[in-house]
């Protein structure tokens, strides 16, 4: 092995090498594993949010993989009806060029060569991540097979009268000129004003006062609604009043709706531009009077002078008009929600149009029981009261979309408006020769489908439906969706429905839902804060000057450009290093803590990294000790205490390891990995192997005992990691496997190790724990007093645990090899004992004469003494902390716990130092140091 370990040098190559051999697909005689990837939208490269899920899905497609089962994970991508469009739309503009000037057909093929763009950088990512998806079935959600799936349910829900088309208010995009559904809207509190404006009664007894945001909206009123309780307008109900502007009389009319202690207790009714005024209007018979165009400008439904203007424009002409009329009352500042496109960001307008919608309700009502009755299974469970909450409010789904990128809806018309939903054009003319008995021209309905209506269907789609595949009947319910919990209702209840309908089952039996990836300050990444991370950047690293460019370009504000840029060379003064693909995956998974959002520490990534390099060092030892003997590896053997100890500790943390995975603790698992790889097998049996190995007079089958367990417990610690840490297991395991005994080319197709393998020897474990109680000890010892490891001390060891004689004598010269020791002593008391410093470790009491360690008792003191004062003094730091409301209510859970475990740790390392100070107190200043 090289003598240090570079990531980039294996990680491409042993990935090229995987892929080749077709190793990803499904294969083992096991039960079938299923895990379908959120297909990443063409619209962009993945995230940190898609690289911490991706980790996740590949660990548990490479366990089962090493369990015997046939573990599928399927990949692909998603066409992103808006977002792409918007992609390549703009890409136009840059050229002074629109779609229209390209023409539908030319555009949507523009469309697919930046698709095929796109998508092959999102599978490089994907590889560079080690994702084992299985290639040879990537799909494309506008693939052909994908397509005649989406045109078959469309279909059937059109012939049972679940899909219907309907004119219906709908939140409409004027700058992408599409329907958008209630999902796509986001709403928040923006500052405005609400105008009180005064319609004067029709018989000229006066006027009533509404107030609006929206004044421009008036013109399309056909009432003023009153609360049928209220005794101030019970006289008025059933007159008129004349509308401002637009002279024309509207009815005053009783509605439960209106809350008569809200303003002037009369609202103004627009049914075709405010949901609630639509309901208000289908409940009384009211006219809806549209009067935006599809560009938000005032159409010819208003008076002259308004029309062609855009809508704010209008609201500001029509605010001018009624004061110089006397009928605007006042204007209050409002705060109110306004409703923005997701993707645009435009201010949208609830319009009256024509759209194609799923008659929802028959659809939810089996989804919420597979729910209920366990069928599913949310993981954290909490997400199914949000999950529950959605789908027993839900209304009709809007499908269709304003676009020409995306699954043209199957729908034919004749010239007279008969509608022919068919799954091919010849199939639609063949029901219009019927109808008509004779051949009829057809024009196809222009709109396309919603993204998520294509989405939906992924589960079964991608596995060969509506055809009866040999892949759909072994894989489908799928095993577990792991995703975010901002798409439970774009996504993940739709699939659900749209699973039950058409395939009678669940499409997956579990929902492990992640938490979102932020910065290390708990802020949520985004462009415009500048703190987004590439994770292909943490893997191969990259230049400052290029981060900063990466971080700026596409931002117009001068202003937020230099503080991005300013904040970025501060962070990374030298851009970012290389970490490698494993350092970031196992980091991701030590992260993700169950139900709580994810904060991205790169001092983390930089410990895992260390990480790789510990168990890249410990492997180059154990080769360079077992590969020279590799033929003598199989002889009779005699295992000591270290060695029966170790594999009962690799036993142990297997078990913790199987836990976790099966109840998605990824983080638990990582952890139960880290601390036996790090502390146990590293830092403690490594360094119990020397002494056997070094010793000329160790008896041969000792020897090789001990060389076979560092075989066999690192190949099979390899084996533990590789599904968090693919790369450097695979590379280690081709010189380590062979010499445990290993067949077979590769790793991931070797069967993850067996806890019940490695039972647990208590003894060794006793014998092994005093060992280490007396090691840590000296080490303390050493390190409070500046002490250096290299000079030799005699200890003594007070201790009434049963069998620590026993250990003493079979492992005294270990223990002293190991700790530096001279010599190593049972005493009962301190009597007989010179002035020693002390260290209690697990109830044992390991003593070290003063005089053999400190040459100046005085010096020692007051060197203790500034240290006791530094260490007072982070307590207090800490107190104070603790003592601030503020904190303790906004800091996160986990950050309040580390401080209280500082104050525990700070008081037992003060109390350390006075006990040790008094022990020095008792040294003579001319007694002798050695």
């Known amino acids: ?299 010819d439904a208003v008076p002259a002078d308004y029309r062609g203007l855009d809508r704010f424009e209008a609201r500001k002409r029509v605010v001018a008009d009624l004061e110089a009329a006397g009928l605007l009352e006042k204007t209050d500042p409002h705060t109110l929600p306004v409703p923005r496109g997701d993707r645009s960001g435009a201010v949208l307008e609830p319009w009256l149009t024509d759209q194609w919608y799923v008659r929802i309700a028959p659809l939810a009502a089996p989804a919420i029981q597979a729910v209920e009755d366990g069928s599913i299974r949310f993981i954290p469970d909490n997400w199914a009261k949000t999950y529950f909450q959605w789908m027993r409010n839900i209304q009709d789904w809007c499908i269709s979309r304003q676009l020409w990128w995306g699954h043209r809806i199957p729908a034919w018309y004749d010239d007279d408006g008969n509608v022919f939903v068919a799954r091919s054009e010849s199939e639609a003319h063949a029901q219009a020769r019927a109808k008509h008995g004779r051949k009829t021209a057809l024009r196809r309905d222009e709109d396309v489908l919603d993204t998520w209506f294509s989405s939906a269907l992924w589960p079964f789609s991608t596995l060969g439906w509506p055809e009866p595949t040999p892949e759909l009947a072994k894989f489908y319910p799928t095993s577990v969706l792991v ?108 992260l993700a803590t169950m139900g709580r959002d994810i904060r991205f520490d790169l001092g983390r990534i930089e410990g895992y ?38 594999r009962g500790r690799l036993g142990r943390a297997l078990v913790a390891v199987r836990e976790n995975f099966a109840t998605y603790r990824f983080d638990l698992a990582a952890q139960a990995m880290y601390e036996f790889v790090w502390y146990e097998f590293c830092d403690w049996y490594l360094e119990l192997s020397k002494p056997v190995l070094q010793a000329p007079d160790a008896p041969a089958q000792v020897k090789r005992g001990t060389r076979r367990t560092l075989v066999e ?95 003493v004598a079979a492992l005294g010269s270990t223990i002293a090899r190991v700790g530096n020791l001279e010599s190593l002593a049972i005493v009962a008391s301190e009597s007989d004992l010179p002035p020693c410093a002390i260290a209690i470790i697990d109830g044992r009491t390991i003593l070290a004469p003063f005089a053999r360690l400190v040459d100046d008792p005085s010096a020692e003191i007051a060197r203790l003494e500034k240290r006791r004062a530094r260490a007072g003094q982070d307590r207090d730091k800490s107190v104070a902390k603790l003592a601030n409301e503020s904190f303790v209510a906004n800091a996160p859970p986990e950050v309040v716990a580390k401080e209280r475990e500082r104050i525990a740790e700070f008081d037992r390392q003060l109390a350390q130092l006075a006990e040790q100070m008094r022990r020095l107190a008792a040294v003579r200043p001319a007694e002798p140091a050695a």
Not at 264 to 275: E, M, Q, R
Not at 500 to 520: A, M, N, Q, S
Not at 630 to 646: F, K, M, N, S, T
Not at 721 to 726: A, Q
């Open 483 to 590: 995703t975010g919990f901002d798409i439970i209702f774009f996504w993940v209840a739709r699939m659900i429905m749209m699973g039950l309908k058409f395939t009678g089952e669940v499409p997956f039996r579990e929902v492990y839902i992640t938490g979102l990836i932020r910065d290390e300050h708990g802020n949520k990444m985004s462009k415009s804060k500048g703190n987004i991370i590439d994770p292909l950047d943490l893997i191969d690293g990259i230049d400052l000057e290029s981060l900063v460019a990466k971080r700026t370009s596409g931002l117009m504000q001068p202003q937020m450009k230099s503080a991005i840029e300013k904040a970025t060379r501060k962070q990374f003064p030298q851009g970012i290093p290389a970490y490698g693909t494993d350092a970031l995956r196992f980091t991701f998974a030590a």
């Open 1 to 299: 092995m090289d003598k240090s370990y570079s990531p980039r040098d294996i990680e491409s190559r042993l990935y090229s090498t995987w892929e080749a051999a077709g190793w990803f697909a499904p294969s083992g005689d096991g039960a079938p594993y299923c895990i379908m990837i959120p297909p990443p939208n063409v619209t962009g490269t993945l995230h940190m949010g898609h690289a911490f899920q991706h980790t996740l899905m590949d660990a548990l497609t490479r366990l089962h993989r090493m369990d015997g089962d046939a573990a599928l994970w399927q990949p692909g991508t998603d066409h992103a009806g808006i977002a792409t469009q918007m992609v390549v739309e703009r890409q136009l503009n840059a050229e002074g060029r629109s779609r229209q000037d390209l023409g539908r057909d030319a555009f949507v093929e523009r469309v697919w060569q930046w698709k095929a763009q796109s998508g092959g950088t999102i599978n490089r990512q994907m590889r560079r991540l080690g994702d084992s998806v299985d290639w040879t079935r990537d799909r494309f959600t506008m693939d052909e097979g994908l397509s005649a799936a989406v045109a078959e349910v469309f279909v059937r829900l059109h012939e049972e009268g679940l899909i219907y088309r309907g004119q219906r208010l709908v939140n409409w995009d004027p700058v992408l000129h599409t329907a958008l559904s209630d999902l796509e809207v986001v709403s928040e509190p923006e500052s405005g004003n609400l105008w009180h404006l005064r319609y004067p009664l029709a018989d000229g007894s006066g006027h009533l006062t509404v107030a609006t945001p929206r004044p421009e909206t008036m013109l399309g009123d056909t009432a003023v609604a009153v609360h049928p309780e209220d005794a101030r307008y019970r006289h008025l109900v059933g007159k008129q009043v004349r509308l401002p502007l637009a002279d024309r009389l509207v009815p005053i009319i009783a509605d439960d709706y209106v809350d008569p202690a809200f303003g002037s207790g009369c609202v103004k009714i627009t049914p075709a531009h405010d949901f609630n005024d639509y309901e208000i209007g289908k409940r009384h018979g009211l006219p809806m009077i549209n009067v935006l165009t599809a560009d938000a400008a005032m159409n």
């Open 713 to 807: 417990v690192l190949e099979a610690s390899l084996r533990m990691l590789h599904p968090l840490m693919p790369f450097i297991t695979e590379e280690i395991w081709q010189k380590v496997g062979p010499l445990a005994g290993r067949r077979g080319p590769t790793i991931m197709r070797q069967p993850y190790p067996a806890a019940s393998d490695l039972a647990a020897d208590a003894d060794a474990e006793r014998q092994v724990a005093l060992l280490q109680a007396v090691v840590l000890g000296i080490r303390q010892i050493r390190g409070e007093l500046d002490v250096p490891h290299s000079r030799a001390t005699p200890v003594y060891l007070r201790t009434d645990r049963a069998g620590d004689a026993d250990a």
């Open 609 to 646: 990294r260390n990480f790789c390099n510990k168990l890249w060092n410990a492997s180059r030892y154990v080769l360079m000790n077992t590969e020279e003997f590799a033929a003598d590896l199989q002889g009779e053997c005699a295992h000591g205490v270290a060695d029966r100890w170790i």
